[in-house]
Structures are given as C-alpha cells and as structure tokens.
C-alpha cells in the first residue's frame, strides 16, 4: 500500500503539503550515493507550510528532529502550543493500555509529473483537503498497571506528552508547560494522576469509560476492515461490516465486571444490563481457589485444565446418558462446580487447572447468555465482546461464542474485536477536541505489523528501539527453534530511560503468549489521501485476493514459497545496497524478522487480521523496507530495462509492418510472452540463465499458441476494431496497471500503449509508488518513456502531451496548449508498495485519473491473478497474464505453468 | 391396579378415619433423586406421626387434603416429605427400608405381581442409582420424567395450596393469592444443582426455555472448596453472618466511593463479585469464610434471578416462581433473587417462592401414580 516508512518520506503518497514545488529530494541523490550517511538536512520551514484548515498544528519553523535513520523520527514544532497532546491512555487495573500518535510528515517530491497532473486530471491534495486529518500512525502500546515506570519512561523517552518532541533532542528553551492535560480514561486515571503530574508534569484528564467504550467500538468497527471476527472451535473469521448498517448493536465490555451497552450511534448509546460475574471474579476467585499470582497464570492454566473433574455434567446426573428431551448432551454442564460437592475431596485434591478451566468456562457461559439474553430483548444483531476478560483467549471466545450460539439455537453470533484491549483509550484519544479521526474512512487506514509484531505477540509494548542499530541487535538477540518462538521481554536499562538493553528472559517464551491465537495490534497508518478506486463495480463485495489463505494446505505452500525464495532476496537486497558489511547485517536481521512475521502466521494465520496472499507479500516488502532496504531489485531492474529498450525499436518496427488484427493478436501476445519476466517467480528466474531478454522474448511468444487457457481475444478484438464495417468508437482513457520492470514493461505494456494512443486513446501507466520486487515504479516510468520516445513519434508527442519528458516541460501550460491536438500518455502512482494491489485503498491520483477512464488493463500475476482476478469494474476490463506458478495454475484455471490468461470483461452495465 | 390405587387415597385420610383403612396401612413412596440431595416423599395414614422420620435431612409437613369432587374416594392422609444428601444415598436406603415405604407400592394383596416392587422416581439419580435401588430394596425405580414431576409438582400446589407462594421482600413474607384461572403461562424456575427454567402453559404443557449451570451446585461446591464446609446447611449458615462487601469489588469501590449515577449504579451495587481478592494480597485463609459465603451467595442469587427475569421477559410471563433446594426457605437466598428481580425488571415483576420448594420433582413423580385422584383436588 501507501508504504510510507519514515524513513524515506519524500516518495510517500501521503502528500499534505500544498506549498511550494521542491526541488527533487536531496535525500534520494544521498541513499543512492551509496553512503551510509542519510542524515536529513533539515528542510526550509516554509516548504511545508500548511493550509490553515488543519488548526490544530501550527508546524511554521518545524524541523526534524534528530538522526533520521530512527523508526520514529518527528518532527518539532516550536510553535505547536502544548497543551495538544498526542497521547491518550486507558488505564486499567491490570494493564495500562496507551495509544498515540506519531506523525507522519510525507514531503512528497513536487515534480514536474505531479504538477501536470494536477492541472491534467484535477489531483490537488492541498485544495481537496477540506478536513483535518493528519497523516501520521496510530501506535498501541501496552503495559501492566502494576509496572507504571515502564509506561512513565516509555512515554518520557518519546516525549509524547509534549506532543511527541524527541527525547534526544528536546530543545531546552521550549517551553515547559504545566498545563499540559493527556486525556486517560480507566479507574487508573483518578489513582494515578498525581504520578503523572509529578514525573511528567502533566495533567490527567478523565474521560467517562463509557463514552470512551463506545467512542472506540464505533472508530474500529467503521475504520478497520477486518475488526471484527467471530470465533468457534477455534476458527477465527473476519467479519466485514457494512457501515451504513452497523447500529444498533451490543457492546458487551467485560472488565472486572461485565457491562453490556446498546449503542445506537456515535455517542448514542445506553447501558442497558450487566453482571458482576465478570473478569474480576474469574480472577479474584481463581486466585482464592488456586494461588495463581496473575491473571495470565490463571488463564494460561486453565488451557490444560478438564472441567469434566469438577463441574457435574448432565452425563454424571443421568448416569452418562444425554437427557435429549430438552436438548442436553451428556457433556453439557449442568452444574458448574456440581461435583465437588459429592467428592470427599478438599480443594487441594483438585488440579488448579481444571479448577480454573471450570472457573472460565462458568464465567464465560454466564456471560454469553446474559449478553444473548439482551441482544434479544432489544432485537439487537450483532453482539461483539471486549475487554480484558478475553485477552484473546481462544477457549474464553469458544465459550462464549458456544453460549450465544446455543441460547440462540444459532440465530446469534458473538463477535470479537482484534483491538478490543484499547477501545477505552482509543475513546480517550478521540476525546480530544481535534482528533481528526472522526473524518476517517476505512480506505485512509493501513494497518502495518514492524518487525517486532511475532515476538511480542500484541500482548506486551514493543521495544521502543531508537535506531536500526537497535533493530538489528535486538532482532539477533532472538532464539528461533522451528516455528516456535521465543523472545526478550523488552526491560528497562539501569539508565531508566526505558531505551535499549533487552535480556534474555527467565521465563520461558511461552509465558509471553499464554495463547497463541493472542491477534497482533499493528500499528495504525492514517493515510488521508487513499481513496477507493473509483471504477470498482461495487466495493462493498471487492475482495482482492483471489487465493484464500485460510487454508492450511494454501497458506503451508506460499509459506514454503516465500522462505524457499528468502535467501536469494537477501542476496539481492544486500546487493543493492553495495554488499557492505552493514547491508549484511541489516540483510540478516531482516531475513530473522521476516521468517519469524511467517511463523508467526503458519501458527496464527489471522495474527495480523484476515491473511490473504496480497497481505503477506506486502508484508515481505514492508519487512525489507523497514531494515532500510529501499530497492533491492535496483541494478537488476536498470539493467534489464535497458536492455529491453535497445530492442524496441526493431519491435515497433516489425509491429507497424503488420495490419491492424495481426497487430493487435501480437501486441497481446507481446504483453503475455514479456510478463515472463518476473523476478518474483522463481521458475522466472531459472530461465533467465539461458538466453537474452530478447531470445527469450522471443520464444516465450512463439510458444503463444491460442487459444489460450482463458482467451477472450475474439471479444476484446472486436471491441477494438468492430466487425465488418462497423467501427466501434475508440476508449477515451485507458489506465494501465503495469508490472514487471525490463522487458515485461518495455517491450510489453509500452508497445500495446502505444497502440492505444494510436487509435486516440489517452493512455494513463499505473505503477506502484514504492518498488516491490523488480516491479516498475511511478518513479522511474517517466525515464522509461523517455527513452522508449527517442524511437518513437507516437510516444513522444504523447509523452510531451502527458508532461512526461523533460525538455518539451520548460512550461507546462504551454506544453498543454501545444499538444492538445494529441493524446497524453500519462504516468501515476498507484499508492502502492507491493506487487499486488487492493483496489480499495490506491492513491487520489490514480482515483481522479480514473474518472475519465473506460478501460482498465492489468497485467502480470500479482495485480490481476493473485488479486483482481476475479474483480468486477464499472468499465471494460483487459485482465493479462502468464501463470508461472504450477500451483497457481491448477487451481485457478485449471492448467499449467506458463499458461496465459486473456480475460476481458465489458464494462458491466 | 386400581384397587392398589384407591387404597393408596383411602391412606392419606388423616382427618376421616375409613372403618377399613387399617391404621398401620402406609402408603405411596416416590423419590427425586437430584445431583445433590434426595427428596422423598410419602403419604401415610395420620396414625403415621412426625415423629418416625428420623432421615438426617428430614422435614416434615402436612398437606390437608379436603375430599373433593373426585370420581375416587378421596380421602385426608399425610404427605411426608424428607431429604437426603445424593451422596449419602445409603441412608435414605436404610430410611425407605426402616419404614417399609418399598413395600407400599405394592402392598396390597390385589395388585398385580408387575406392579409391586415399583417405585415412581424421577431427577438424574434415577437412572443412576436404579440398580442400587433394585439391589438394596429389589425394588425397581419407574423412571417419571423429571420436568414433567416439576410442572406436575408445582401446578399441583400452586393450585391445591393455600397458602402456598409468597413474596419475599425486605425479609418480609407475604402470601399471594393467585387465581387458579389465571395462573398460566408462568415462569418455574428450578433450582436444584443447576437451574432449568420453565414455562408453565398448563397441565403438561411446557418447554424448558432456559437454564443455567450456575446453580445450587456450584453454591455448594464452590463454597464447600472455599470453606470447608460440611453441608450445605452449614455453608447457608454461615453466609447469615458474612458481609460481601470484604470480597465484592463494588461500584464505589471503582468510582472512589461515589455512584455511576450515569448508568444507574448506586455505590453499594456489586460491580464484580470476589473482584476484591484481586487487588488485596490476600490469601484464601485471609478472608472469613462467612465473607466467601455470602458473597457466593450472593453471586448466585444475583446471576439467577436475573436470567430468570431476562427469559420472563422474552416470553412475556407475569409471573415467576422459584423453586428448587437451593432456595430452601433460606431468607437471604430469597431476599437476593427478589432483589435482583426487582432491580433488572425496575420493580416490574416479582420473585416468588413456594413453600414446598425442593419437593416439586417428588411431588411431581408421587402425582404420577395412576389415578392418585390428585389432579382433582382444588384448594377449598
């Protein structure tokens, strides 16, 4: 997606700046000097200046503040008054939940491109930002209550309670407000507010919980696709919820005792019952009952416990038999703890475990009942649970789950939160004045997983690591055996700061993630410039992955695919960036960090919410991204695209001397044989060993034999060019998705552009914003185009049409006036960073560029096989493809390896 | 059959002396044989006195049964009823077996050889303990479904006795007269180790709507883990002196000793029961056990007769008796179920409790008898 790691903000999307042009980023020219100095010159105040609709900042004279190799680096705002906070906390008995905000300053390189686009097509990020939302990231920490300093520090060291100033380099003559106020919800709020004044000089603010509650369900269900899940005997299923029919609902918080809430809106809502059997007898009792000295204890437990030794089943009343006339099974409970009663036993004759499984399973029955009890009551839907009661305890959803179902005799489902520890703070943070979140849509949200997300599992804070250096240590510090892992409870130094320093723990992994089904929190990326591609057919059913991982065979074989491929990844990524003993390093420590992200899923495969294809190999982009790998695939790509360019001109030659049919069969055919060139397929790259791109360009399309194994040519051709002597009218705009880099792009995606520029289409080349794989980027297609025009007419005039060469763009006002005879060939950015594409979530200048369109063409596996595959759009659709992937090919259509899909699709009218 | 029958009415006289019912001539025997305690009950002729029960668990009570317009001579006897811990079953043996109740069933010389030996018997235990039964007293239990014994039960005394519901409020009984002609539909909620909770639409008419496994067992057995507890009794016992509040997370102990006046929650309300335990760091020895059993108490009482009254709800049912050992007269047990009732229902509906709570299965499974001229009977 956006992909917009802080570390190379200038070819973010994430464009909020609506000032003046910048010159092309100094930091670019810096990376790729090779250096390993990417200190940041701090840029001139003025160059982001901000449109006065967003109030609540005041950024003039902001600078970065120290070294920008850090994960978070940010950005101070001298003028910025402080009593704005970043930070809201909910604190409860046991765990300090904490969510704050880092912002996200995405200077976005104004070039020549960007400007022409704006005046072509209407993309203005500055004019049609008319709310206050900020780009920035949502992070969710946690820490237990009873270790408060951890917290204290954790916020202290990234000076979050002044608005996120950085700890290093907090200017001493800002000003020390004493007035600043951090809004906390959470009976904490009241007993620690003086610690806070004290330590951090700070106010705390209390927020009513329940407002709180609701204010957060009602953020996460309507901004987070995949919030909800429900979870039956040990599946977990993500449950999309359509906005518009959300309200009303139930909202059952069960903390140390059990509150269920009818909310019927934003801020409408009602407590409407409760119980006090809740999570605080669950623990209080467990504690009298077994000695455990934590919650966790407890609940871990009760994993191994049997209920059957303690509770009286209906099977121990009807000596085994099931009592069917009212619908009882003999392993039904028919009375918890029944069974001790006629033991001569004392309590210590029974195992704690199975005493607190009985405990869970008691408490967790009472509670789904009761909660299906009022959902019925009130003729409520949906009843989803949170609070920290559940913890994500697969046998506390099971049983609660199991409730629901058996008192509804199945006309209910009890749905779960990925979240639902931080609804309380969350609600705190939008009770800040201007939040901005209010304005979110689901679309503007990327919800991303760094590196530390399998070892901690969402359940401890993350290691608040200040550089990669960080990162790399901390990340060699893991002990990996098979899939199981095991890592370091992050601790605080001596020095108190909070920083640094993780020890091996003297616990053993497993007591970190008492429950492997624990889901990850990742951190929340605000994005307000994404938008819903707008020719989707209906967005409401798009699902972008074609290929459901929720399979253990399917998700078992991409696994092995991505860890079989990892190695030569890291050769390359190490490559890229010059083989430095540096670049091995970082190369590890993220082959470390991506196998353990994959581990992680094969054991939890919703960990990180619902897991298609599409999300893992972002993931395995976002990975390298994050150990600074910027483009592993650089030379490669450099040098296949010009080798591919040398050969396009005979290409274009051999083209024009055919009629307009055989033209345009082997134009198809020309964009099929090219995608074969594919780095990301590894039967790809074994053939790249045997021949020259254009050797094998050429065979791969001699071997096009149609038909081909899904071949809507006919069709599509007739479309093009009519039958007989009708003429159908030419497409408008065409939007191209394109793929590969080097011959795929070239010789493939260039020449059929070129064709549809011809016949008076204007062509748009959609590519991703940030390199993924040997993918070509927005960034480097106008170089391409370029020099694809040295040979071409056709392309020049409308490369010049479409502002993409440099010479003919002394003023694009007048280049417009010039070339309006002809039709632009356009380049924009899709929003992207991986080699897929999630159509719901793409760029604003691929929206407003898709306005106009009435063809969309994706090429290559992963935009229109892996995903989009089976995508309906408003307009028509040209889907092309070679399948180099056997498995891939049997189950999607049927076939072989190197098989090609030709699949058009009329606009659906 | 039939005269075995009649002879089992012509023994319940107790007012009318038959000049052919032979004084010492006992009577019909039926058990309900719960996961936790078994309730027996027996009519006797009144030469039969209160004195011969010597069961531990024993409690007697006597139901005048006026004659009525019955097709059958019915007649006035006694109807003992006695209880016995389920897992001290031998003494209730040695009980049926010192009264020769077994051999009642059959007693007469005129009853069929199929029908002596037979015990009408209903609860879980029934199947259980069959064989036990057939072992110690060669007698064989008839198995009488046990929600049909409940329904049968309590329509029969919420019809033939007077007084027989009440309220409990303010640990103040009150009688409530209930017109027989609108006593249906009606919520029964029985207690027993678990709780089922039924609507009564008439005389075998009713559906098991709900229940909870949180029950009279879980009182029992959590509490007796918690404090060595002996009996049951004992445990009830204790809960009189506790106070929750030592163990009981309230709401003022949230909201630093003030209401939630926005969600209606008085500081005194129970916001997690045993919620305290957590944050002291105290063990169980620390706490008084009168403490853990009231709070227990009061946790269970709480959680059934909101359920009770979320299902009453739902079903549109005025009324909602209580039933089931667990209750055993125990005022607080009482007190906490209407309490909660009245609370979630905001004073709309109303516990009540019938005087003959933990019998109702019993009862139920006595009724069952054939022709027992019972069903009859009304309350003048």
Not at chain 1, 205 to 220: H, I, P, R, S
Not at chain 1, 328 to 352: C, M, Q, V
Not at chain 1, 545 to 558: H, K, P, V
Request: glycine residues 10%; contains cysteine; aromatic residues 8%.
């Amino acid at each position: 997606m956006a992909g917009l790691t802080e570390d190379h903000p200038q070819i973010g999307i994430d464009d909020i700046i609506d000032g003046s042009e910048q010159k092309l980023n100094e930091d670019i020219v810096e990376r790729e000097s090779g250096g390993g100095a990417r200190e940041m010159a701090p840029p001139a105040g003025n160059s982001i200046h901000r449109s006065g609709s967003r109030p609540q900042l005041d950024l003039s004279k902001a600078a970065i503040q120290g070294n920008f190799e850090e994960r978070d680096p940010t950005i101070l705002l001298p003028n910025q008054s402080d009593d704005i906070s970043h930070l809201a906390l909910d604190i409860g008995g046991s765990l300090i939940k904490l969510i704050y905000f880092s912002r996200h300053e995405d200077r976005s390189v104004k070039d020549r491109r960007k400007k022409f686009l704006e005046e072509k097509i209407g993309v203005s990020n500055g004019i049609r930002r008319s709310y206050p939302i900020l780009g920035g990231r949502l992070h969710f920490v946690k820490f237990e209550t009873a270790k408060i300093n951890e917290c204290l520090d954790f916020i202290s060291s990234k000076q979050l309670h002044r608005g996120g100033m950085d700890a290093h380099d907090w200017n001493s003559d800002a000003p020390d407000n004493e007035n600043a106020v951090i809004k906390a919800t959470g009976g904490g709020a009241h007993k620690f507010a003086d610690l806070f004044k004290e330590r951090l000089g700070v106010s705390i603010e209390k927020e009513d919980e329940m407002n709180c509650l609701v204010a957060g369900a009602n953020f996460l269900l309507k901004a987070i696709r995949h919030e909800a899940f429900t979870h039956m005997e040990g599946q977990k299923e993500f449950v999309q919820i359509d906005q518009n029919d959300l309200f009303p609902y139930l909202l059952v918080n069960i903390g140390s005792g059990v509150s269920m809430i009818k909310v019927d809106g934003d801020g409408k809502f009602q407590r409407v019952s409760g119980t006090n059997v809740g999570g605080g007898t669950y623990w209080g009792l467990g504690k009298l009952l077994t000695k455990c000295k934590s919650f966790d204890e407890l609940l871990e437990l009760s994993q191994r416990g049997d209920n059957r030794t303690i509770d009286m089943l209906v099977g121990d009343i009807y000596g085994g038999m099931d009592y069917s006339k009212i619908g009882l099974s003999a392993s039904t409970i028919a009375s918890s703890f029944g069974k001790a009663i006629s033991e001569n036993k004392n309590l210590e004759d029974y195992r704690p475990e199975d005493i607190s499984l009985s405990l869970l399973r008691m408490i967790s029955y009472n509670i789904g009942q009761i909660s299906y009890l009022n959902a019925l009551r009130f003729g409520l839907k949906r009843i989803f649970f949170g609070g920290f009661f559940i913890r994500g305890h697969a046998y506390t959803m099971d049983t609660i789950s199991f409730a629901v179902h058996f008192w509804s005799k199945g006309d209910a489902q009890a749905m779960f939160l990925r979240h639902e520890g931080f609804l309380g703070a969350l609600g705190a943070f939008m009770s800040y004045e201007k939040h901005g979140l209010d304005d979110l849509m689901v679309h503007h949200l990327v919800e991303r997983f760094p590196m530390g997300a399998p070892y901690t599992g969402g359940k401890i804070h993350g290691p608040p690591l200040g550089d990669l250096n960080e990162k790399i240590s901390w990340m060699a510090k893991f002990v990996q055996k098979g899939t199981e892992i095991t890592g370091p409870v992050p601790m605080a130094s001596p020095r108190t700061t909070g920083l640094g320093g993780f020890e091996v723990p003297s616990s053993k992994g497993a007591t970190l993630r008492s429950d492997a089904s624990n889901l990850n929190v990742g951190v929340l990326h605000l994005v307000p410039t994404l938008e819903v591609f707008p020719l989707l057919a209906d967005p409401k059913i798009y699902e972008p992955n074609t290929i459901d991982l929720a399979e253990q065979g399917e998700l078992q074989y991409w696994f092995t695919v991505l860890s079989e491929h990892l190695p030569d990844l890291v050769d390359k990524a190490v490559a890229s960036e010059g083989g430095t003993d540096d670049a091995k390093r970082r190369g590890d420590a993220f082959a470390r960090a991506f196998s353990a992200h994959l581990a992680r899923l094969m054991e939890e495969p919703a960990a990180y919410g619902k897991l298609g294809l599409a999300n893992l190999l972002e993931l395995r982009e976002e990975c390298l991204r994050e150990f600074q790998f910027i483009d592993a695939y650089r030379s490669i790509k450099q040098r296949e695209n010009e080798a591919s360019l040398a050969v396009l001109p005979d290409l274009l030659m051999e083209l024009d001397g055919m009629n307009e049919e055989t033209r345009l069969l082997t134009l198809i055919e020309g964009v099929l044989a090219a995608n074969i060139f594919d780095w990301g397929s590894r039967a790809c790259v074994e053939l790249y060993h045997k021949g020259t791109i254009i050797e094998i360009y050429r065979m791969s399309r001699n071997k096009m034999q149609r038909p081909w194994r899904v071949d809507d040519f006919d069709v599509f051709k007739e479309r093009m060019l009519g039958s007989g002597d009708e003429k159908p009218h030419p497409h408008k705009r065409a939007l191209l998705f394109v793929d590969n880099s080097g011959a795929d792009v070239v010789l493939g995606m260039l020449p059929l552009a070129r064709e549809l520029l011809r016949r008076g289409t204007e062509v748009v080349l959609v590519a991703n914003s940030l390199p993924a794989l040997n993918d070509v980027t927005a960034m480097e297609l106008p170089d391409i185009v370029a020099e694809a025009a040295k040979h071409c007419d056709i392309l020049r005039r409308a490369a010049e049409a479409g502002g993409l060469l440099v010479d003919a763009m002394i003023n694009s006002q007048d280049v417009n006036k010039e070339n309006s005879s002809s039709v632009p060939l356009m380049v924009v950015e899709n929003g992207c960073g991986s080699p897929c594409i999630d159509l719901r979530q793409v760029s604003s200048e691929l929206a407003a560029a898709a306005k106009d369109a009435d063809l969309v063409i994706l090429e290559g596996m992963g935009r229109a096989l892996h995903t989009n595959f089976n995508a309906q759009f408003k307009c028509d659709a040209l889907k092309l493809a070679m399948v180099k992937n056997q498995r891939l090919a049997e189950k999607l259509i049927k076939g072989y390896i190197y098989d090609c899909v030709c699949r058009y699709e009329p606009a659906s009218s | 059959m039939e005269v075995g029958m009649r002879r089992q009415l012509e023994e319940r006289e107790s007012k009318i002396m038959l000049p052919n019912q032979s004084a010492d001539e006992v009577s019909h025997l039926a058990v309900d044989i719960g996961g936790s305690l078994i309730k027996v009950v027996y009519s006797s002729s009144n030469n039969n006195n209160e004195a011969d029960d010597k069961g531990k668990k024993s409690s007697n009570d006597c139901v005048g049964i006026p004659n009525g317009s019955s097709d059958y001579p019915v007649l006035c006897g006694r109807l003992h009823f006695a209880k016995f811990e389920t897992s001290k079953i031998n003494d209730c043996l040695e009980f049926i077996s010192s009264k020769q109740l077994h051999r009642c069933g059959g007693w007469h010389q005129e009853a069929s050889p199929h029908d002596k030996n037979i015990i009408k018997a209903t609860g879980g235990g029934a199947y259980k303990f069959a064989d036990l039964f057939k072992e110690k007293l060669g007698v064989s239990l008839d198995k009488v479904d046990e929600m049909d014994c409940l329904v049968a039960g309590s329509n029969f005394l919420l019809k033939t006795v007077h007084p027989e519901a009440f309220t409990y409020i303010d640990g103040r009984e009150e009688y409530v007269q209930i017109d027989h002609n609108d006593l249906y539909p009606y919520l029964l909620v029985n207690i027993g180790s678990g709780v089922s909770m039924i609507k009564v639409d008439g005389d075998g008419k009713f559906d098991r709507v709900s229940g909870t496994s949180v029950g009279g067992g879980t009182f029992w057995g959590l509490g007796k883990l918690l404090t060595k507890c002996k009996s049951f009794d004992e445990l009830l016992e204790l809960s009189h002196k506790g106070n929750n509040r030592v163990i009981d997370m309230l709401v003022g102990d949230i909201y630093g000793g003030g209401d939630y006046p926005k969600i209606g929650l008085s500081s005194t309300a129970i916001a997690s029961s045993f919620g305290k335990a957590i944050s002291e760091n105290k063990e169980l020895e620390d706490y008084g056990r009168e403490d853990i059993s009231r709070s227990l108490l009061r946790m269970i009482s709480n959680n059934i007769g909101q359920i009770s009254y979320l299902n009453a709800l739902r079903f549109g049912l005025k009324r909602i008796f209580f039933g089931g050992f667990f209750i055993r007269g125990h005022a607080y047990t009482m007190d906490t179920i209407s309490v909660a009732v009245h609370f979630w229902s905001k004073g709309e509906a109303k516990a009540m409790f019938l005087r003959h709570e933990g019998f109702l299965g019993a009862l139920g499974a006595f009724t069952s008898y054939k022709s027992h001229g019972l069903d009859n009977i009304t309350t003048h």
